[in-house]
C-alpha cells in the first residue's frame, strides 16, 4: 500500500475544503435558482383579474411587507425581490404563470399562490421540479401530505380543522345536542363537514339533519325551514357570506334559535352580520386566527401599531378595514422569518427542511396564544383557532386557544 | 361582421381570395412556415436559453388558441353567424377528452377523433335551436351557453364524472416510440401536427363547393337559399364542424395543462377568442393563427407591459394589465379594422404600388 493513513487523511480533507470551496465559490453562501449573496427571488401568483380579484390585495399587501424588509436591510443582507403574476383564478392560466416564474425567472419558491383549483393545477409540477411551493393561500386540507408532496405547504388553519374544534365545542357546551348542518355543496363545504365528523368520533350519530345548497341558489329559505323541523338545537353554518347571512336572517324570521356555529369563512361584520341584522346575529359562535383590524380590542396591540405604521408608509390608499392586509402582512411575516431561519444555505432543499421546522413561532397580528408549528410530518402551519361570540355589533374572543395540532 | 357594409363588401373580393390565393404561389410560403415550425424545438439543445422548455409550452397553447380561433372563425368568419360561448363548445372537448382518460384510461392520442364526433353533435343540436335566431339573438343564446358550461360541470349528478369543482388532475403526454423528446417538445409535436392537419381540412373545406355555399349564405343569406343552397342545413353542420375545431383545441390544451376543473372554463374565454378571431382577422386562414398567437402573447405581455410603464418608464400611471389590454385593442382595432392578416395584405399592397 503505497497511500499512507496520514496522506490519506491529507487526501480527503483536502478533497472535502475543495468540495467546501466549490460550494462558497460564489459567495459566503450556498445557492440555487433564485438566491445569490444579494438577492431572493420569490414567485407568486394572485387573482389580480376575473372573479375572485377581491383577493389580489393579499398580493399588493405581500409586495408592500417585502419593500419594507427591504428598507430594513433584507433577510440577512439579502434583498428580496417579489414577483407576482396575474393568474385570473383560472388554472390554465396560473400553470403558465407558474412555468415562466420557475423556469424563466428562476425564482427559489412560489409562495402564498392563492385558490384551491389554480394550487391543484400546479401541485403536480411543482413537486416534479422539486420547488418549494409555500403557504398557499388557500384553507383546503389537502396541502399538508408531505409523503405525497413533500414540495407543498399550506398555510392558514384548513376547513377540516375548524371543523374539528367546532364538533369539539358542540360536545364540550350543549346538552343533548342535536345538530343540524347547512352545508355549500363544494369540495370547500366537504371539507369543513368531514372535519366536523371527525371531530364528533362515536357522537357522529348527533347530527340529526344535513342539508346542503348549491352556489347557483338563489336562496336557503327551505333549507333552514327543513333544518328547524328536524328539531335540532345546533346548528354548523358551512355557507359563504351571502348565503350564511341569508341563513341567519331566515333562522330569526320563522323563530329558530339554536346554538348557531358560524364558518370562519363568513365571519365578516361588514359582508355578513351587518346584512342579517345585528339582532338576529347576536350570540352566534364564530373562529377566528387572525386579529380583526376593525376591532377596538387590539388598538394598543404593538404588533397592530406596526401594521397601521406600515399601512400608512408602504400600502397607501389602502382598506384599513380589509382583513386581507392583515392576511397578506402576516404570510409575508411568516416566510420572512422562515428564509431568516435558513441562514447562508438558500438551497430549496433547506427552505423545506426550515419551513418544516418551525416551532412556536410567534407571527405578528396573529391572535395571542396562536403560534406557527410545523415539522417533516406536520405541514399545517396554523392548526389554532379562537372562538369568539357575536355581542352588539362586534365579535367577542373567549374560552382558550383551541387546537388540532397534529404530531 | 355579419351584415354587409359597405366596408365589408369592400374587402369581400379579398376574402374568397385568400385560401385561392394560398393555393398559388403562397403554397411554398405554408411550407416553408410548417418547415421552420418543425425544426424549432431541435434548436432546443443548440439555444437552450432561447428555445427553452417553457416557450416551447407558450406555443404550444398558441397553436391550441389558433385551433379554437379558427373553429370560431369557421362559423362566425365564414358563415357569419355570430357566438359568444364558443369557450362552451372548448370546455365540452376538455372534459370529454379529460374523462375519457381518467376513467377509461384511453391514451390521449387515441382521444381526438372520439372529441371532434361528441363535439361535433353537441354543436350540431345547439344549431338547430340556433337556426331560429339571427344575428344579436343568437349571440345572446351562445353567451347564455358559455355561462351555463362551467356550472353544469359542478352539478350534483355529473360529480361522478367531472369531479366538481375539484376538477380532474391528468397526466402529461409522454414522448412515443422512446423518442429522446422533452415532454414539452413532444406535447409541440403533437399539437404542430394536429394544428397542420385541422388547417389542411379547413382550407380544403372552404375552397370546395361546401365553402362557397357558407360565404354565400354568409353574404346574403336569401339569395343563396334561391340558388339552391340548403341553408338551414349548412348553417346546422358548420355549427358542428366549428364546435369539433374547438372541441379539439380543448382537448389537447387538457392534455399540455393536465388538470381541468370548471373555473378553467369561464366566460373570458369565450371572449378572448372573439377578440383573437377579430384582432387576426375575421374570414381569413392566416388570421386565425395570427389570432392565437395574440391571446396568448398579449395576455401575457400586458402585465409586463403595465409594470414596465410603472417601474421602467417611470409614469405615475398605476394602468391594470387590463387597460393595458384594452388600449392595445383599440389602437389595433383603429390601424388595422380588418385584423392583423388583413392589415399586413394592406400594408403589402401599398408597398408594392
Given at each position: 500500500m503505497s497511500v499512507t493513513r496520514?496522506?490519506?487523511?491529507?487526501?480527503?480533507?483536502?478533497?472535502?475544503?475543495?468540495?467546501?470551496?466549490?460550494?462558497?465559490?460564489?459567495?459566503?453562501?450556498?445557492?440555487?435558482?433564485?438566491?445569490?449573496?444579494?438577492?431572493?427571488?420569490?414567485?407568486?401568483?394572485?387573482?389580480?383579474?376575473?372573479?375572485?380579484?377581491?383577493?389580489?390585495?393579499?398580493g399588493k399587501a405581500i409586495d408592500a411587507y417585502f419593500k419594507m424588509v427591504n428598507d430594513k436591510g433584507g433577510i440577512n443582507g439579502r434583498k428580496v425581490k417579489f414577483i407576482s403574476l396575474d393568474d385570473a383564478y383560472s388554472p390554465p392560466k396560473i400553470v403558465e404563470a407558474a412555468r415562466q416564474l420557475v423556469e424563466q425567472e428562476k425564482v427559489l419558491c412560489l409562495f402564498n399562490t392563492l385558490g384551491t383549483p389554480t394550487n391543484t393545477a400546479i401541485h403536480k409540477y411543482m413537486n416534479l421540479k422539486k420547488v418549494p411551493h409555500l403557504f398557499l393561500a388557500t384553507g383546503a386540507s389537502k396541502w399538508g401530505k408531505p409523503k405525497e408532496f413533500p414540495w407543498t405547504m399550506g398555510w392558514q388553519p384548513d376547513y377540516h380543522t375548524e371543523g374539528v374544534i367546532f364538533a369539539k365545542h358542540i360536545l364540550a357546551n350543549v346538552k343533548d345536542a342535536?345538530?343540524?348542518?347547512?352545508?355549500?355543496n363544494d369540495d370547500y363545504g366537504k371539507d369543513y363537514y368531514e372535519g366536523f365528523r371527525e371531530g364528533l368520533g362515536k357522537d357522529v350519530s348527533k347530527i340529526v339533519k344535513h342539508v346542503t345548497y348549491e352556489v347557483t341558489d338563489p336562496t336557503v329559505d327551505s333549507q333552514i325551514i327543513q333544518l328547524k323541523d328536524s328539531g335540532a338545537n345546533a346548528f354548523f353554518n358551512i355557507a359563504t357570506p351571502k348565503f350564511a347571512a341569508q341563513a341567519i336572517r331566515k333562522a330569526a324570521d320563522i323563530g329558530w334559535k339554536p346554538a348557531h356555529y358560524l364558518n370562519n369563512v363568513s365571519a365578516s361584520v361588514a359582508a355578513v352580520m351587518k346584512p342579517a341584522g345585528y339582532d338576529n346575529g347576536q350570540d352566534i359562535i364564530t373562529a377566528a386566527y387572525l386579529k380583526d383590524p376593525t376591532d377596538k380590542q387590539w388598538d394598543g396591540a404593538d404588533d397592530m401599531k406596526a401594521w397601521r405604521e406600515w399601512m400608512a408608509k408602504y400600502n397607501p390608499g389602502a382598506n384599513m378595514g380589509d382583513g386581507f392586509n392583515v392576511y397578506g402582512y402576516a404570510v409575508a411575516a411568516t416566510l420572512e422569518k422562515t428564509l431568516e431561519q435558513c441562514g447562508n444555505e438558500l438551497t430549496r432543499a433547506n427552505l423545506m427542511k426550515q419551513a418544516a421546522n418551525l416551532k412556536k413561532l410567534v407571527v405578528p397580528l396573529l391572535l395571542p396564544g396562536i403560534t406557527v408549528n410545523t415539522s417533516p410530518t406536520d405541514f399545517y402551519p396554523i392548526q389554532s383557532m379562537r372562538l369568539q361570540r357575536f355581542k352588539g355589533e362586534t365579535w367577542e374572543l373567549f374560552g382558550d386557544v383551541m387546537s388540532n395540532e397534529s404530531a | 361582421m355579419t351584415t354587409a357594409t359597405p366596408a365589408d363588401t369592400a374587402t369581400t373580393p379579398a376574402v374568397p381570395a385568400s385560401p385561392m390565393a394560398a393555393a398559388g404561389a403562397d403554397r411554398r410560403w405554408v411550407w416553408i412556415v410548417v418547415a421552420a415550425a418543425a425544426a424549432l424545438p431541435l434548436l432546443r439543445s443548440v439555444v437552450p436559453d432561447i428555445i427553452s422548455d417553457y416557450r416551447?409550452?407558450?406555443?404550444?397553447?398558441?397553436?391550441?388558441?389558433?385551433?379554437?380561433?379558427?373553429?370560431?372563425?369557421?362559423?362566425?368568419?365564414?358563415?357569419?353567424?355570430?357566438?359568444?360561448?364558443?369557450?362552451?363548445?372548448?370546455?365540452?372537448?376538455?372534459?370529454?377528452?379529460?374523462?375519457?382518460?381518467?376513467?377509461?384510461?384511453?391514451?390521449?392520442?387515441?382521444?381526438?377523433?372520439?372529441?371532434?364526433?361528441?363535439?361535433?353533435?353537441?354543436?350540431?343540436?345547439?344549431?338547430?335551436?340556433?337556426?331560429r335566431l339571427e344575428g344579436h339573438y343568437l349571440a345572446l343564446a351562445t353567451f347564455?351557453?358559455?355561462?351555463?358550461?362551467?356550472?353544469?360541470?359542478?352539478?350534483?349528478?355529473?360529480?361522478?364524472?367531472?369531479?366538481?369543482?375539484?376538477?380532474?388532475?391528468?397526466?402529461?403526454?409522454?414522448?412515443?416510440?422512446?423518442?429522446?423528446?422533452?415532454?414539452?417538445q413532444w406535447l409541440y409535436y403533437y399539437c404542430l401536427i394536429v394544428t397542420v392537419l385541422l388547417f389542411w381540412a379547413a382550407w380544403n373545406l372552404l375552397r370546395g363547393r361546401s365553402g362557397r355555399a357558407m360565404m354565400a349564405i354568409r353574404d346574403h343569406s336569401m339569395a343563396a337559399g334561391t340558388m339552391g343552397i340548403d341553408t338551414a342545413r349548412y348553417k346546422t353542420v358548420t355549427f358542428g364542424i366549428s364546435a369539433a375545431y374547438t372541441g379539439i383545441a380543448g382537448a389537447l390544451s387538457a392534455s399540455a395543462i393536465a388538470f381541468v376543473a370548471p373555473d378553467s372554463f369561464g366566460f373570458f374565454l369565450s371572449i378572448s377568442l372573439l377578440i383573437g378571431l377579430v384582432v387576426g382577422g375575421v374570414a381569413s386562414l392566416p388570421g386565425s393563427i395570427i389570432g392565437g398567437i395574440f391571446t396568448v402573447l398579449v395576455q401575457n405581455s400586458a402585465q409586463a407591459l403595465s409594470n414596465f410603464v410603472k417601474n421602467d418608464i417611470g409614469l405615475p400611471y398605476d394602468l391594470s394589465p387590463y387597460s393595458v389590454y384594452g388600449i392595445l385593442l383599440l389602437v389595433l382595432m383603429y390601424v388595422m379594422p380588418t385584423g392583423i392578416a388583413g392589415g399586413v395584405v394592406m400594408a403589402w399592397r401599398r408597398l408594392r404600388r
Open positions: 496520514r496522506g490519506f487523511v491529507v487526501g480527503a480533507s483536502s478533497a472535502t475544503m475543495l468540495a467546501g470551496a466549490a460550494a462558497h465559490a460564489q459567495g459566503k453562501g450556498k445557492y440555487d435558482d433564485g438566491a445569490s449573496d444579494t438577492e431572493i427571488k420569490i414567485g407568486n401568483t394572485m387573482p389580480y383579474s376575473g372573479p375572485a380579484s377581491a383577493y389580489g390585495v393579499i342535536k345538530i343540524a348542518v347547512l352545508m355549500q | 416551447l409550452f407558450l406555443m404550444s397553447t398558441m397553436m391550441i388558441a389558433a385551433i379554437a380561433v379558427l373553429g370560431l372563425n369557421l362559423l362566425t368568419g365564414f358563415n357569419g353567424q355570430i357566438s359568444l360561448g364558443h369557450g362552451a363548445f372548448y370546455a365540452v372537448g376538455a372534459y370529454t377528452a379529460a374523462i375519457l382518460m381518467d376513467k377509461l384510461s384511453l391514451p390521449y392520442w387515441t382521444l381526438l377523433p372520439i372529441v371532434a364526433v361528441v363535439c361535433f353533435v353537441v354543436g350540431f343540436l345547439f344549431g338547430l335551436p340556433a337556426l347564455a351557453l358559455a355561462l351555463a358550461v362551467p356550472q353544469m360541470l359542478k352539478y350534483r349528478w355529473l360529480e361522478d364524472l367531472t369531479g366538481g369543482v375539484q376538477g380532474i388532475v391528468l397526466l402529461k403526454p409522454e414522448a412515443p416510440f422512446g423518442l429522446p423528446l422533452t415532454e414539452d
